[in-house]
């Protein structure tokens, strides 16, 4: 069995989902980049307050910051007894630090899992969102769509589309991932553990996939 994991795929792909329920069904931890840095963020701590300044500032995050923090964060587990990486690496510099760093911890990479989905269906899972401006419930106009058009099921609230899930925003949003994330694709397939899979079934047919995978021998 396969246990040390990198996921790996475009906003919308599923990648939390996906991430949780594998780390359910392994026992092993999900480390999560976007949830740790807004740890940082909340506690702000040194890192936090860096990633706040570089966010604000709309600058790329450096690899050799984002080096240091995971070294920072992944110090903590015990990684040979397995993991799941959601969000990093990102870049090719990043996983070759990554390399070195698990080596050393004896808890390399044994399989990287993209989750592919077309195009059209990530910019509908993520422009159909409504949220509700009263309760939070969520909602995808697509997928789940409310009973009545913009009103929320649960309070009759107003249902609202969030600056950042308008469609041009979120069509860019996905460019700018699968354009930085090709070399990283090659990177991991040239090492031959590379595995990708249709993501745009359901949630459970990819999870049965995904575990498969996870106890491929070869
Ligand atoms: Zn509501």
Partial sequence: ???HLVLLGPPGAGKDTQGRMLSKELGIPLISSGDLVRK????RTDFGLRFKELTES?????DEFMNDFFAHVLSSYDLRKGYILNGFPRTVNQAEFLDEYLKEKDAEVELVLFLDV????LVKRLSGRRV???CGAVYNIYFS???VDSIC???GGELVQREDDKVEAVKKRIEVYLESTKPLLDFYKKRGILK???????PESVNRYLLEATNDCD
């Fill in 196 to 202: 990708s899979c249709d993501a745009s079934k359901s």
């Fill in 145 to 147: 769509p409310p009973k």
């Fill in 40 to 43: 940082e963020i909340n506690e």
């Fill in 118 to 121: 077309d195009f059209d269906t």
């Fill in 58 to 62: 709309g600058s790329l995050v450096p």
């Fill in 153 to 155: 099921d649960v309070c």
């Fill in 1 to 3: 069995m396969k246990k």
């Fill in 132 to 134: 509700c401006k009263s």
